[in-house]
């Protein structure tokens, strides 16, 4: 009787702290080991993998520095198409099992379940150690939180980013979901986001130098009083989900000499904060949090430089 009395008045404790932070934040703010972190899901072994999983630490091989900038050849823009429009697939089903008291964990197994039945690999898995197929942020957490068993709450904004190898290419994308009744101000920030991609990616074609992106992104956000987080950034992909050179999306930039070419694919994946651009990598080695603790927002498209323009490889 002792012992369950005591449960109850933890219980009761926690519940008065998660409202206490509600009324402070607008959420309830993350809190690192607070949830299990089950395993991945099953991958059927007949997916190929790509290199970085037998490779020690999870760590792709480095690339020549032939591939700096690189603009890729009809068959490799073929497979990165295929390779994106999978991983849009897999967001859209992630996104559509995001609702109120269903788990992280529950949305990445949504993701992932799409990218192995395509017969494809869930890039998350491994990657530098990473546990899982997908990063869901939810709120203050700007980049690569692990699913996990937290259920998602009335209110939460969560960004769902979703990663696949497929026949030798990848494909990489993100956006923000709406958990119920979201408040205006995490509306707003949302929207703000998607806004500051969406007009970067309008802005590429070739010729047009890469510190725009940053240039445009910053404009957008300090508009709204917003912030770009500095440390995490956009990047050449193909034959490796990480190549370079990064693409800042802070302005200024070295990026003013570089210009774009016909057959380059880039991510444009800004983070955009309520208040300070400062950002915290916790001790599990992947949660980034906000120093300030307030909310953060991530939408994201993988790009093709056409001969005219450019295309989105990923739209939702």
């Known amino acids: 009787l002792k012992q369950r009395l005591m449960l109850a008045m933890a219980g009761r404790r926690a519940i008065g702290m998660k409202r206490l932070a509600r009324r402070s934040f607008g959420f309830v703010p993350f809190r690192e080991g607070q949830y299990y972190v089950p395993p991945p899901h099953p991958i059927p072994s007949t997916v190929p993998r790509p290199d970085y999983v037998s490779r020690p630490g999870g760590r792709p091989a480095p690339l020549p520095e032939s591939t700096f900038a690189e603009a890729k050849q009809s068959e490799e823009i073929a497979r990165m198409r295929r390779a994106g429009q999978l991983a849009r697939n897999a967001l859209r089903a992630a996104m559509a099992a995001a609702k109120v008291g269903v788990t992280s964990d529950d949305v990445d197994r949504a993701a992932h379940e799409v990218i192995v039945g395509a017969g494809a690999y869930p890039v998350g898995v491994g990657f530098h150690g990473f546990p899982r197929a997908t990063c869901i942020s939810p709120n203050e957490v700007a980049c690569h939180g692990i699913p996990d068993e937290r259920p998602l709450a009335d209110g939460d904004i969560i960004n769902v980013d979703v990663t696949c190898f497929l026949d030798g290419a990848y494909g990489d994308t993100s956006a923000m979901v709406l958990v ?60 490796e989900l990480h190549m370079k050179p990064n693409v800042l999306h802070f302005f200024p930039n070295e990026m003013h000499e570089l210009r774009m070419t016909p057959g380059q694919t880039f991510t444009i994946e800004p983070i955009i904060n309520q208040g300070s651009k400062e950002v915290v990598v916790l001790g599990d080695g992947w949660s980034t949090v906000t120093k300030d603790g307030r909310r953060s927002a991530q939408w994201e498209h993988t790009v093709l430089i056409t001969e005219d323009g450019h295309e989105v490889l990923t739209p939702l």
């Open 180 to 239: 119920g009744n979201v408040d205006p101000e995490g509306q707003h920030l949302v929207d703000v986001c998607k806004q500051c991609r969406d007009e970067a990616v309008a802005l590429c074609q070739p010729g047009e130098r890469f510190s725009s992106i940053g240039r445009v992104i910053t404009e957008i956000a300090q508009s709204h009083g917003y912030s770009v987080c500095e440390t995490f950034n956009g990047h050449f992909i193909g034959r």
